[in-house]
């Protein structure tokens, strides 16, 4: 997993041991994207649809842009309350190649202030390696390798 940033944008690439139809309902089924990142969700994922994710202690609010399956998906993202990056402030987008019998998954997450970008940048590479786990294991089953609330990620999936 790398993360790199690149003129203040933040590109994450992944590759997941499942093919595309398997890792893209990970970025519009709420039951799926909490395996791997946040609490809660509320996804409608159709352009203009409502993207909000509860990770605890932060908020992410947005709405999609493009919704491609098994593709490509974008959504807008912001941080309600915040002066810097109000919701739908910023854009991510996922691009999901066929990899042999996996996936190459390419996140650019930009327009994120730059005092935003490093965090976001060792968010999205913690986050995409519990992504890799999810999909490439089956999912639901993979819930609770998620931190919860604050709590602190297991050691074995920092490696």
Do not use: K
């Not at 691009?95 to 940048?121: Q, S, W």
């Not at 999205?124 to 609330?149: D, Q, T």
């Amino acid at each position: 997993m790398t993360a790199e940033i690149r003129h203040d944008v933040i590109v994450a690439t992944e590759r997941i041991e499942a093919p595309p139809e398997v890792v893209f309902p990970y970025f519009t089924d709420p039951a799926l994207i909490v395996t791997w990142i946040g609490d809660r969700a509320d996804l409608d994922p159709q352009a203009g649809g409502v993207f909000f994710l509860d990770m605890g202690q932060v908020t992410a609010r947005g709405t999609y842009i493009t919704v491609d399956p098994p593709h490509r998906v974008a959504f807008s993202w912001g941080i309600p309350g915040s002066g810097t990056l109000p919701p739908g402030g910023s854009t991510v987008e996922v691009v999901l190649t066929p990899d042999g019998d996996g996936t190459m998954v390419v996140l650019t997450h930009r327009g994120l202030p730059a005092a935003d970008i490093g965090t976001h940048r060792a968010g999205w590479e913690h986050r995409l390696g519990l992504l890799s786990l999810a999909a490439g294991l089956g999912g639901l089953a993979c819930s609770c390798l998620v931190p919860r609330n604050g709590d602190t990620p297991l050691s074995s999936l920092d490696a």
